[in-house]
Nanobody, 115 residues
Framework: VQLVESGGGLVQPGGSLRLSCAAS????????MRWYRQAPGKERESVAR????????VYADSVKGRFTISRDNAKNTVYLQMNSLKVEDTAVYYC?????????WGQGTQVTVSS
């Protein structure tokens, strides 16, 4: 299983970023996918989840209405569109999946929201 995130960076409050996660080594189209984040000194938290078909999505209350998770099963890629970014969204963002009860994450991509 390989998950490779990209798209992070430095953005001002109110700005937008789109994260991507390229997946390989498993049947992507049959797997629910998640985006997590971990801020310094805090535990990793689940930000968004999308079902294998993309028809069902779930968001943390802290990002609801601002973030959108989506996927392209033809490209084995999951996305996280982040709008109206806040300073408190600063974290390392990871994509992840669970296969046969084993959790997998990528290496993460840093998102910094600062003026």
């Amino acid at each position: 299983v390989q998950l490779v995130e990209s798209g992070g960076g430095l953005v001002q409050p109110g700005g937008s970023l789109r994260l991507s996660c390229a997946a390989s080594g498993f049947t992507f189209s049959s797997s629910a996918m998640r985006w997590y984040r971990q801020a310094p000194g805090k535990e990793r938290e689940s930000v968004a989840r999308i079902a294998d078909t993309g028809g069902n999505t779930v968001y943390a209350d802290s990002v609801k209405g601002r973030f959108t998770i989506s996927r392209d099963n033809a490209k084995n890629t999951v996305y996280l569109q982040m709008n109206s970014l806040k300073v408190e969204d600063t974290a390392v963002y990871y994509c992840g999946t669970t296969i046969l009860l084993v959790d997998y994450w990528g290496q993460g991509t840093q998102v910094t929201v600062s003026s």
